[in-house]
Nanobody, 117 residues
Framework: QVQLVESGGGLVQPGGSLTLSCEASESPLSMNVMGWYRQAPGKERELVAEVNSGHTMTYADSVKGRFTISRISAKNTVWLQMNSLKPEDTAVYYC???????????WGQGTQVTVSS
């Protein structure tokens, strides 16, 4: 059974950096899309960044120039480097993966990112 295993959340001061990582374990096929969503209290879940198997990257406007997504397709692993963090980046971050052949979407359990002084 495919599981998305996340790591790297935590507490950081404004202006600081964090790196999130996610690996799709036990996946028989390469994921077509991997990325990160986030959900702040009282708000809907939103796309932060994603990258497809052709390495085309999409970013939310609010994180462009501050966050960088990268992946190793052969290992079904994706990272999110977050720099110049702001208090409004505080949220639970969820890894997401999509496999088109299997028509399957997978979600991680979520990791808390808190930006506060």
């Amino acid at each position: 059974q495919v599981q998305l295993v996340e790591s790297g959340g935590g507490l950081v001061q404004p202006g600081g950096s964090l790196t999130l990582s996610c690996e799709a374990s036990e996946s028989p096929l390469s994921m077509n899309v991997m990325g990160w969503y986030r959900q702040a209290p009282g708000k809907e879940r939103e796309l932060v960044a994603e990258v497809n198997s052709g390495h085309t990257m999409t970013y939310a406007d609010s994180v462009k120039g501050r966050f960088t997504i990268s992946r190793i397709s052969a290992k079904n692993t994706v990272w999110l480097q977050m720099n110049s963090l702001k208090p409004e980046d505080t949220a639970v971050y969820y890894c997401h993966a999509e496999q088109l052949v299997l028509r399957a979407h997978y979600w991680g359990q979520g990791t808390q990112v808190t930006v506060s002084s």
